[in-house]
């Protein structure tokens, strides 16, 4: 018997993010509304609601719903907040975000992604977000300040740049991973910004592939 994407759908809130404490309903809402299946090729739309994360070509995934929940439920997102969004991919975790906020602006430095993603959002209908241009390292300063920024990867260091692009009172949220320790696990971090002075608060141990575009020469301490 098949199982009809709709059923895998609900499964995947009730077995993947329920017990992983994600009882926001606003943010399960979202992945309930979200069709996870039209961000994938069409031949991988039955492993669409699979737990584990979904190469989509070279070096760049379709995180597991679990960990973008989990991301996604470190900060309180309010419906006013704008967020920008690093590394859009094929568009799903904006899809998500635009269902929590006012407005989201992703950048997707593959000009290829960028253009299926911009795609499957307006067919969708998600009319509060835009996936642009540019250097994931970068940000998008033109739409800037944000109250939120996520990067749904992992990276070594996060530059000045970024939180330059947060409003006061802003959370950056991502996960901090040393390339060259191969042993170690990465950590979940949210950066927050008061007057221009950035905290951290380490959240929970995960393992998220590396998002491209982070080759950072500048020093930072973390």
Request: glycine letters at 6%; one cysteine or more.
């Amino acid at each position: 018997m098949t199982v009809s994407l709709e059923i895998m759908n609900k499964n995947m809130i009730d077995g993947q993010l329920k017990p992983m404490g994600i009882n926001d309903p606003i943010i399960l809402e979202a992945f309930k509304n979200i069709p996870r299946e039209l961000f994938v090729d069409k031949d991988k739309s039955s492993f669409s609601y699979y737990e584990g994360n979904i190469l989509i070509k070279d070096n760049r995934w379709l995180l597991s719903s679990m960990l973008i929940a989990r991301l996604i439920n470190c900060v309180s997102i309010s419906s006013d907040d704008v967020i920008l969004e690093i590394g859009s991919c094929t568009g799903y975790t904006t899809a998500i975000l635009e269902k929590l906020c006012s407005l989201v602006v992703g950048v997707e430095e593959d000009p290829e992604l960028r253009a299926l993603a911009n795609k499957t959002l307006a067919k969708i209908e998600s009319n509060s977000s835009i996936i642009v241009g540019g250097q994931h390292i970068l940000g998008n300063i033109k739409s800037a300040p944000y109250d939120k920024i996520f990067i749904f990867g992992s990276v070594e260091k996060v530059p000045n740049s970024l939180f330059d692009q947060l409003s006061d009172n802003g959370s950056l949220i991502t996960v901090i991973k040393n390339k060259n320790n191969h042993k170690s696990c990465g950590n979940a971090v949210v950066f927050k910004k008061n007057k221009d002075i950035i905290s951290s608060s380490k959240v929970f141990d995960v393992e998220v592939p590396f998002m491209e575009g982070f080759n950072i020469k500048e020093d930072f301490n973390f």
